[in-house]
């Protein structure tokens, strides 16, 4: 018996719910900025969006994800904030739930960092 280790390509077809809610949100929020947009299919499918660090509250706040949720990650000279949620929606009449995973770019780095900041994830535990 002969196991391949290499999962199949994934499709088109597999991105389609994330596809058709980036469509959605770009009509119904044209005011939003423009995020740099990946549609990732590794394990599932699942929409990333990077955004400068002024426009991550109004695209948390269009995806209607808890403030709480959010984490700060500093790695060395360079801070982010994320942010990983579900969006449930209905569209065309049936119900979609896509992956969200909200990143914002671009924060100052501060010379004294808050006793609370988060460590940023090794490439094990974002993987997990």
């Not at 959605?24 to 990333?48: G, M």
């Not at 403030?67 to 360079?78: F, I, K, N, Q």
């Not at 992956?99 to 900041?117: Q, S």
Request: proline share 9%.
């Amino acid at each position: 018996m002969s196991i391949n280790p290499i999962a199949p390509e994934p499709t088109m077809a597999q991105a389609q719910d994330a596809l058709e809610v980036l469509c959605w949100l770009s009509i119904q929020h044209p005011e939003l900025p423009a995020p740099y947009i990946t549609v990732h299919s590794f394990r599932s499918t699942s929409l990333q969006l990077q955004v400068p660090f002024g426009a991550f509250e109004p695209w948390r706040e269009v995806l209607e994800i808890d403030a709480e949720d959010v984490r700060l990650y500093s790695t060395g000279d360079d801070s982010h904030i994320d942010v990983t949620s579900t969006l449930h929606m209905e569209l065309g009449g049936r119900s979609v739930d896509v992956p969200v995973h909200l990143y914002g770019v671009g924060l100052p780095v501060l010379e004294e960092r808050p006793a609370d900041m988060v460590p940023a994830a090794t490439a094990a535990e974002r993987v997990a």
